[in-house]
């Protein structure tokens, strides 16, 4: 879909919309559905080539609509009320056209402390069930989780809202920053000797800072030989699995207890949509299920989602993105993204006065001046003050290194290397700018 297709099917959905409020109180306000009523009537795979736009929306009515509580219909008097207005609506298209993200909360770190608090209900109630007079005080104060000193600030945050200790592992850069078996066996003997309950390592693959990816293939069989959940944070690499060269790096996901990935990073799905996959869901219900009367309904033991749940309409904007790309649409998408990585990866290594810091595997290239940390941090705020292009930063083995991440949908060839020729001559000022 093209700027031009955008404003004409724009235009249709704010009628289609429009419509739709016009007329809900003749619709039923409540379905007559079972849950699991979609599996019927939609593929068990997204398509290998685009739908549509016409039949997309044809299937509004046909699939989506009849599963749907209608919580704006003047018929509903259930829970409280869920906010909607025209002037609503507009801000949010522009809000998701904008696609501004708040870093600090939300999605993957939501996924991460879910997964945590989950483990150690279930780390809890083992315990308890060989050792009922055991307080249970006395257990979580004992507890220990473990990450990736690479791993995203999220998960250090995860343990401290869940009241336990958690552990970084080192890395380095001849391990290409992963989390090694043997490393991660070390320190659990060692803290099981101290008297300490290991129960919970939270794997990464693609680190925020590197994209480098955890051993899972050695990490998973220690974790589930010592009864540790594993989790997986794949929220930014996750997206790439759906290429079958690209799947090799999701070995070792059979011994995972929960997985997550965030649509919203590489799969064209706008802000916010994140999935979380896990192994044993009762693991996941035990820990955090309430029974309030007014939550309950005829269908919650199903272990089907039911379709008045808000994921539903996260889905949707997956369902959309699915159909309209197909499943190759997207993976030329991911695939071209890679493409520009390796083009920006291969000018740096042309380049002498530069290095690359880290593996390039995906969309992230990792590179510095070779020089001191000053140098390289001297050259980002010049970088990032001309306003022209923008990069953040990492920390590698006590370098300061700039990161280089393909985002935008619209990048192409053309603006990777505009962006060089700034970056390198900002470099050349910076370098004369050094005393001689």
């Known amino acids: 879909m093209d700027t031009t297709e955008f404003r004409r099917r724009g235009k249709e959905m704010v ?3 429009a419509d739709y409020l016009e007329n809900i109180e003749q619709r039923t306000v409540y379905p007559d559905v079972e849950p699991g009523y979609l599996r019927s009537l939609i593929p068990e795979e997204a398509p290998e080539d685009p739908d549509t736009y016409e039949d997309v929306v044809k299937d509004i009515e046909r699939v989506i609509m009849p599963g749907v509580t209608h919580w704006h219909s003047p018929y509903f008097y259930a829970y409280f009320p869920t906010a909607n207005s025209f002037p609503a609506m507009l801000a949010d298209m522009l809000s998701g056209a904008i696609g501004c993200i708040g870093f600090s909360w939300g999605t993957a770190s939501e996924a991460t402390l879910v997964a945590l608090l989950a483990a150690r209900c279930r780390a809890v109630r083992m315990i308890l069930a060989s050792d009922p007079q055991r307080p249970e005080t006395g257990i979580t104060s004992k507890l220990v989780a473990y990450s990736s000193d690479q791993a995203h600030c999220s998960v250090e945050r995860a343990g401290m809202i869940a009241g336990v200790r958690m552990k970084k592992i080192p890395t380095d850069q001849s391990d290409k920053y992963a989390v090694q078996g043997e490393t991660l066996r070390r320190m659990i003997q060692e803290d099981k000797a101290a ?7 939270c794997a990464t693959l693609g680190t925020t800072p590197s994209c480098a990816f955890d051993h899972i293939t050695e990490l998973g069989p220690i974790c589930n030989a010592e009864k ?8 930014y690499a996750g997206s790439s699995f759906i290429c ?4 090799p790096l999701l070995n070792g996901i059979e011994f995972a207890d929960s997985f997550n990935f965030n649509a919203h990073k590489w799969l064209l799905v706008n802000f916010d949509c994140s999935t979380m996959w896990v192994k044993k869901r009762s693991d996941l219900i035990g820990a955090f299920k309430m029974d309030p009367l007014y939550l309950k309904h005829d269908h919650q033991e199903s272990g089907r989602y039911f379709c008045t749940d808000n994921s539903l309409f996260r889905s949707l904007k997956m369902w959309f993105v ?3 790309y197909g499943l190759k649409g997207l993976q030329d998408y991911i695939r071209k993204h890679v493409e520009l990585a390796k083009e920006f990866e291969s000018l740096v290594r042309a ?3 530069f290095e690359i810091s880290a593996d390039v595997v995906l969309g992230l290239v990792c590179f510095r001046l070779k020089g001191s940390n000053e140098v390289n941090e001297t050259l980002l705020k010049r970088i990032n003050n001309g306003r022209k292009i923008h990069l953040v930063p990492c920390l590698l083995s006590g370098q300061f290194v700039l990161r280089f991440a393909l985002c935008a949908r619209t990048t192409e060839s053309r603006h990777i290397r505009e962006a060089w020729r700034l970056i390198t001559q900002l470099a050349e000022e910076v370098m004369q700018e050094l005393p001689h």
């Open 351 to 353: 380049d002498q006065r």
């Open 244 to 247: 079958p060269e690209f799947r």
């Open 322 to 324: 699915f159909r309209m």
């Open 15 to 17: 009628d289609l919309i």
């Open 195 to 201: 008297g300490l309950i290991p129960f919970y390592f």
């Open 228 to 235: 540790i959940w594993m989790h997986i944070d794949a929220a």
